[in-house]
């Protein structure tokens, strides 16, 4: 540790009380730097210390909080600070992003003005200064038509642009570090992508260290320069982002790893179990309950810190253990192709969607007729960006919103003309499971309560109806004994697991999902996917899986359609379409997608834009960002056969 | 890390590290407080005969305005009727009234909100501006103005009550309703086959209550003032009747002859039972929020 460092954190240990009167070891002697223009990452699960060590640094610990250790920025000791000297120092010297950028960000004031505000109280800046200042900094992360977007208030962005006000927000300050809680988590990947570059940037330019936070090693591996893994509280390994990623020496760091799915096939492999709520320091390896090569001796004592490489660290005392001889690296199942299906459970023919404007005429259109089918026993997957139609395709199907146009057929019956009656007897068949999983269970009725509501359907005995759930709760891995808990009691993934009993306890014929695991840890996701990947593999059950995480869809999906502004631009076998994928949308989207390996391809595509900015015009809904528009791109696109395998709505393939 | 994202309203930061008692905690000790005020309270107004030698509207000829002592232990006023008598039997009439009041509000506002929160459009938009019209009044005008139309007497108080309170619950319940229509686990219930009439009562409803259950005791509070006004202006129980606004509004002008018991006593228990009503409302806040 030398002198230069942008932040010094020396043996941090965190005490919180929960309201219960428990204790809570949140973080045991921590010890790290930040060095000026570096990036250094976070990663671990949730609850493991990260926030803390971020609200630690920004001075705004919760209350009750018992610290020791020291944080020196230069010469201050962050610990010993005064209100009025803390006030300072968020202002001048650490800037905070946060998760959700547009709940941070003041909702009645236009964002420059929020901007200026800062840089008049902490730069001492005039006001037509500031102003200047203001369109200099929106510049410099990237938003297109700066002056416009200073008038406007957060809920005019989008997410990815609020994000990127935020990092504006933040770099008013000057600050020496740069702290950002998982920046991009919920973003897709072409934004993940385009936001971790500007703190890239950021470190350069500004010469500040960056504290990047994340559950997800491979999204932010990219841009760190070191990456530091926490574990309920304490560091397990620290390394340079190749060595994490390439040669992880603790089971934990690899565990984190693999719990990524990868877009070269390789299957997310779960870790089982969950991280402890220590109530004081640990006194052994936190992780051996957990961890496949523990023995009596990991429980003896805590594993020292020691530097395998220079400046490699890593807590374990079996670092060198051989994963190759005990890897049994299973690639996912293969999924049955789709073929010559005789019989479709589900056509959707030409749908429309007009979200109509509150006031007057107009309105948005969602879909722009899709068409699709799908057989039973089949897993098609739905891709794209935010707000290119995702959910909404979704909800047609479920019968949620009716379209302006088309027909969508369920076993031969169209439910978009459907009556409100009708529909509900064929729910039975038809059911869902959303992105927000405590949020989709209702919150006054314990888990039995919520998995019996659709149960209802079926007429069953009291006793039918009791086994059917104790059987549900068992397939998704949970015991009977979460039957009487509140959904607030449940962890997400937990959460998640109850929503699919749910889903699975009237034995539907079709499941839908919508981004099951955006929101989850990556460890839970893949213990999600892997409860999915059994599910999907036995019955003739039928599946659609709307994400934008194409390497959880390669590993899930036998089908993927491609979706871009409310139009299928390619669709067909998942192996055709992520082998060779032919429109260049698809083929950016994956050069987008966080890859474990860093293989780089040959020929890359690279989007122009935020997707809010691109204008849907009469031809392919891309032209005004693809590289490859010509004029013929201005004529409509309609899905040709790419080869004899798959569809493409590009009228340079296959012509 | 839930509960560290709740705290970050109150979090602090220097080494003094502050420490507040959580609200669930501070909730605890109003709604037990409330509670037994106001349980004894209503102990009293039950077995009222038993625990007075006189009847409330009993005139002893022998004692007119006789100061609190050992035959009348609050004395008596103009007309020899025995005050503590008066006072305990008056509980019956004002926590009556109240409750009833307030329940009449709750139930009817919280259905008519809850309806017309749920359908929406025009429906939501006349029930709205009806509202507004009850609501532009002032609640005690208001009070005033129904019962001189409707007359006196308990039932017509009740219903007088309840009519200026019922616009606040469907205001809320109509508020709450439309804020839960867009959540996830509506849509979740739509995709179990619900029908619209399951949604609204299993999914809707019991997760629209919290708000209602918080003000309904500070609603009581109100209730019981405002029936004991109507009663202090003459337009409430009538005369002999027993009841805490009738009797400090008789008794005012002896107050000013020194003969302040007449008064005092009821108005002191105006005040307890008002009280009690108002800390089982903040507890229930307090609670509210904690959550």
């Given amino acids: 540790m030398n002198g230069a460092s942008a932040i010094e954190v020396d043996d941090l240990s965190i005490g919180l009380r929960t309201r219960g009167g428990g204790a809570v070891a949140a973080l045991s002697g921590v010890s790290f730097d930040v060095r000026p223009g570096e990036i250094v990452g976070l990663v671990g699960e949730s609850g493991g210390g990260k926030s803390m060590i971020a609200r630690a640094i920004a001075a705004m610990l919760p209350s009750g909080a018992e610290v020791s250790g020291r944080i020196a920025l230069g010469d201050v000791d962050l610990l010993a600070l005064s209100e009025k000297q803390i006030r300072f120092h968020r202002g001048t010297d650490a800037a905070l992003c946060f998760q959700n950028p547009r709940s941070a960000l003041s909702p009645t004031r236009r964002v420059g003005q929020q901007l200026m505000d800062r840089l008049v109280r902490w730069q001492g800046m005039e006001q037509d200064e500031a102003q200047a200042a203001a369109l200099a900094l929106f510049q410099e992360v990237g938003i297109r038509d700066p002056r416009r977007r200073l008038r406007a208030f957060p809920h005019e962005l989008s997410g990815g642009m609020c994000q990127r006000v935020m990092i504006a927000l933040a770099l008013a300050c000057r600050p020496k570090i740069l702290l950002a809680d998982e920046p991009t988590t919920g973003l897709d990947a072409t934004l993940t992508r385009d936001i971790l570059s500007l703190f890239r940037k950021a470190a350069q330019q500004h010469q500040c260290g960056v504290l990047l936070i994340s559950h997800d090693v491979a999204a932010i591996a990219e841009v760190c320069d070191r990456i530091l893994v926490l574990y309920a509280g304490i560091f397990v390994e620290a390394g340079t982002a190749e060595e994490i990623l390439d040669s992880p020496q603790h089971p934990y760091t690899k565990a984190l790893r693999d719990a990524v799915p990868d877009l070269d096939r390789r299957a997310s492999v779960p870790v089982g179990g969950t991280m402890p709520r220590l109530e004081k320091p640990p006194d052994a390896c936190p992780f051996a309950d957990r961890c496949t090569i523990a023995d009596a001796e990991c429980r003896k004592a805590l594993p020292p810190w020691t530097e395998r490489q220079a400046n490699h660290f890593v807590r374990c005392i079996r670092p060198d253990t051989d994963w190759v001889a005990l890897a049994d690296v299973g690639h996912a199942p293969e999924r049955s192709a789709p073929g010559a299906a005789t019989r479709t459970i589900l056509d959707l023919e030409d749908i429309e969607v007009v979200y109509k404007s509150r006031f007057g005429r107009g309105g948005q259109l969602a879909l722009r007729g899709v068409s699709l089918s799908l057989s039973p026993g089949e897993t098609l997957g739905i891709v794209g960006e935010s707000g290119c139609g995702k959910s909404t395709l979704a909800r047609v199907i479920m019968g949620l919103i009716s379209p302006t146009r088309g027909r969508a057929m369920l076993n031969g019956t169209d439910i978009t003309r459907m009556s409100r009656p009708n529909l509900r007897t064929l729910r039975k068949n038809l059911q869902m499971v959303f992105q927000d999983p405590v949020g989709s269970l209702n919150p006054r009725m314990t888990v039995e309560r919520n998995i019996a509501d659709p149960l209802k359907m079926l007429n069953l005995s009291a006793v039918e109806m009791d086994r059917r759930i104790d059987d549900v709760l068992h397939d998704v891995g949970l015991g009977s004994a979460f039957r009487d808990l509140y959904p607030r009691r449940l962890s997400g993934g937990q959460a998640q697991r109850v929503a699919l009993a749910r889903a699975l306890s009237v034995d539907p014929k079709l499941i839908v999902f919508d981004e099951p695991t955006s929101a989850l840890d990556v460890t839970v996701q893949a213990q999600i996917l892997d409860l999915l990947r059994r599910l999907m593999a036995k019955g003739d059950r039928a599946y659609v899986f709307v994400s934008h995480d194409l390497a959880t869809v390669r590993n899930l999906c036998s089908r993927v359609a491609v979706l871009y502004l409310g139009r299928i631009v390619e669709s067909g076998p998942a192996e055709a379409i992520f082998d060779n994928p032919l429109h260049p949308y698809t083929r950016a989207l994956l050069e987008s997608a966080p890859s474990l390996t860093r293989a780089t391809r040959a020929e890359s595509v690279v989007l122009a834009r935020d997707l809010d900015e691109a204008s849907p015009a009469e031809g392919c809904p891309l032209l005004p960002r693809c590289p490859f528009a010509q004029g013929e791109c201005s004529e409509p696109q309609s899905l040709r056969r790419g080869n004899n395998t798959h569809e493409v709505a590009c009228w340079k393939v296959g012509s | ?291």
Avoid at chain 2, 28 to 40: E, M, N, R, V, W
Avoid at chain 2, 137 to 150: D, E, G, N, Q, R
Avoid at chain 2, 171 to 185: K, S
């Fill in chain 2, 1 to 291: 890390m839930i509960t560290l994202a709740r705290t970050t309203g109150l979090a602090r930061a220097s080494n003094a590290w502050h420490r507040r008692k959580p609200r669930s905690e501070i909730s605890k000790p109003l709604i037990a407080t409330g509670t037994s005020i106001l349980a004894l309270v209503f102990l009293a107004a039950v077995f009222a005969p038993l625990l007075s030698a006189w009847g409330p509207e009993d005139i002893d000829f022998a004692a007119f305005l006789v100061a609190p002592g050992p035959g009348h232990i609050m004395g008596t006023d103009g007309n020899g009727m025995d005050i503590w008598s008066r006072i305990l039997h008056a509980g019956r009439i004002d926590l009556g009234v109240a409750l009833s009041a307030v329940a009449l509000a709750v139930c009817v506002g919280s259905l008519i909100g809850g309806l017309v929160g749920y359908i929406g459009g025009w429906v939501d938009e006349i029930t709205m501006r009806l509202t507004d019209i009850v609501q532009a009044f002032p609640a005690f005008i208001l009070a005033l103005t129904v019962s001189a139309m409707f007359g006196s007497g308990l039932i017509n108080l009740t219903l007088a009550i309840g009519f200026i309170f019922a616009p606040a619950y469907i205001r809320i319940m109509r508020g709450e309703i439309r804020a839960l229509r867009e959540r996830t686990f509506i849509e979740a219930a739509e995709c179990s086959g619900n029908t619209r009439l399951q949604i609204l009562y299993r999914h809707l409803f019991p997760n629209a209550l919290t708000p209602l259950l918080v003000i309904a005791p500070l609603n009581c509070g109100w209730a019981m003032l405002t029936l004991a006004g109507l009663s202090f202006l003459g337009l409430g129980v009538p005369v002999p009747g027993a009841e805490w606004g009738a009797m400090i509004s008789a008794g005012a002008a002896d107050v000013v002859g020194g003969r302040w018991w007449t008064s005092i006593y009821p108005g002191v228990s105006l005040f307890i039972s008002v009280l009690a009503f108002n800390l089982i409302g903040e507890g229930f806040l307090e609670r509210s929020e904690a959550m």
